[in-house]
């Protein structure tokens, strides 16, 4: 290679020999003060060369190795499903939401505007808990950090979550909203919350819930299903407000049978008409002391049902699968 002669700065006496250089800071007899100039110029062009190479990395990308319908789920995963009871609980969990709340296509007062399964409900079931998060903070970088998400759009329902010892509640909860946005028009946002949390636990019954009612009720706190109407925004409510909609819920299920029977009455609405009043007035009018009804049937304490899939059973991975372990 040609060694271009050593030229020195007028206060320097350090060898410059390289080629490049010499070309571009010696070819004009930069001073040293000139020299110190150019170097501070090629440095964010180098930063900015860097850091192109960095975005060039290949973007998070969803679960694909493995697909399995159960029956309105189809279930997209980088993990071989192995354990029965796994696609049993699914199974079970949308007739389990269909029967509970009268949602029954035989049912004679349905009247469906929407098609069911007019959207498909995908499950994305990432290998670990980094795979999911570096994806969700590419593509949704805006969202809080969670186990679960469900996201509807027009063209389809979708659940993302990861392995965990939680997987079949975080299912649970999650598909929940995904099946209640399938046969119902237009769902509270308390409502739907509500339901999430009641079909997240085997049986709906929530003793953390519960305990932490009671407390606050020992603090001064009193139920007011008018403010909880007000919420449209899951970002806006608050762990009180999960746990008041969970309450509801329970109590229009399981509580008096005038209860029970309005709220079936409001769910059959909204898969057609849209209800003109809110839950709160209209329940007054049938059940004038509901607050009072609803603070007993909290403080009662319901024991859980036994469901009749293996709702008790928590879903982990191990090196060929998913694998059920009772949940402690």
């Known amino acids: 290679m040609k060694r271009f002669p050593t030229l020195h700065s007028q206060k320097s006496d350090k060898r410059v020999d390289h080629p490049i250089l010499y070309r571009i800071v010696f070819s004009e007899k930069y001073t040293r003060t000139r020299f110190e100039w150019a170097l501070l110029t090629c440095l964010p062009l180098l930063a900015i060369f860097s850091g192109a190479c ?40 949308r007739t389990e939401i269909r029967s509970l709340l009268g949602l029954d ?20 079931l990432f290998r670990t808990f980094s795979e999911y998060q570096n994806f969700f903070e590419t ?3 805006d969202l809080p950090e969670r186990r679960a998400y469900f996201i509807g759009t027009d063209i389809a329902l979708d659940v993302y ?20 946005h399938t046969y119902l028009e237009d769902v509270p946002l308390w409502i739907d919350e509500g339901l999430a949390e009641y079909f997240e636990v085997p049986g709906g019954w929530n003793t953390s819930h519960a305990t932490a009612l009671i407390r606050d009720r020992h603090q001064k706190w009193y139920p007011d299903l008018a403010s909880l109407e007000q919420l449209k925004d899951t970002s806006k409510m608050t762990s009180q407000d999960y746990r008041e909609s969970w309450a509801w819920v329970h109590f229009f299920l399981h509580g008096p049978q005038e209860a029970h029977r309005f709220f079936r009455q409001q769910l059959d609405k909204r ?27 909290l403080e009662q304490g319901v ?11 928590s879903y982990i991975s191990d090196s060929i699968g998913i694998t059920a372990r009772p949940s402690r």
């Open 54 to 93: 960095v975005t060039l990395q290949k973007p998070p990308e969803l679960p694909s190795r493995f697909s399995k319908q159960i029956g309105m789920f189809h279930l997209i995963s980088d993990i071989r499903i192995t354990d029965p009871r796994f696609v049993a609980e699914l199974e079970f969990l």
């Open 105 to 124: 296509s035989e049912h004679p007062s349905m009247n469906y505007k929407i098609p069911m399964q007019s959207r498909p409900i995908n499950i994305y």
């Open 161 to 180: 979550t990861c392995q965990s010892p939680q997987l079949m509640n975080d299912l649970r909860h999650e598909l929940t909203h995904a099946l209640l």
């Open 303 to 313: 024991p859980p049902r036994s469901p009749d899939s293996q709702s008790q059973t």
């Open 139 to 141: 593509y949704y970088p």
């Open 271 to 297: 898969t057609g008409d849209r209800t003109t009043l809110s839950f709160s007035r209209s329940i007054q009018r049938i059940m004038p002391n509901y607050n009072a009804a609803f603070l007993y049937h």
